[in-house]
């Protein structure tokens, strides 16, 4: 079975930044084609932050963070980036990677593949 762990949370000053890390093992299955960054802030639901299609290269991003965030896969093919700058408050919150559908991809939509999220990363932003 795929597992799918993130890490590279933590407290960051506004401004700043962090590169948070998806590592796959397991299995290799279709949804991992396609990986998506989610965000649950207090107070609001889950979104999604950002969505790469491994095979193709495809990306969509929240409006929120165009410009500042970046997903990207690590050399090791088993490994997707989210890169994280100019952060600020909103930003906080538990993020997690899941696999996403391809087919909202093709919409510019991050949709989550999985009923499994995890315990996700902390980000917390703050003076």
């Known amino acids: 079975q795929l597992q799918l762990v993130e890490s590279g949370g933590g407290l960051v000053q506004p401004g700043g930044s962090l590169r948070l890390s998806c590592v796959a093992s397991?299995?290799?299955?279709?949804?991992?084609?396609?990986i998506g960054w989610f965000r649950q802030a207090p107070g609001k639901e889950r979104e999604g932050i950002s969505c790469?299609?491994?095979?193709?290269?495809?990306?969509v991003y929240a409006d929120s963070v165009k410009g500042r965030f970046t997903i990207s896969e690590g050399n090791a093919k088993n490994t997707v980036y989210l890169q994280m700058n100019s952060l600020e408050a909103e930003a906080s919150g538990v993020y997690y990677c899941?696999?996403?559908?391809?087919?909202?991809?093709?919409?510019?939509?991050?949709?989550?593949?999985?009923?499994?999220w995890g315990q996700g990363t902390q980000v917390t932003v703050s003076s």
């Open positions: 397991g299995s290799i299955v279709d949804a991992y084609a396609a």
């Open positions: 790469l299609n491994n095979v193709d290269g495809t990306t």
């Open positions: 899941v696999p996403v559908s391809r087919a909202g991809l093709l919409l510019n939509r991050c949709i989550a593949a999985t009923d499994s």
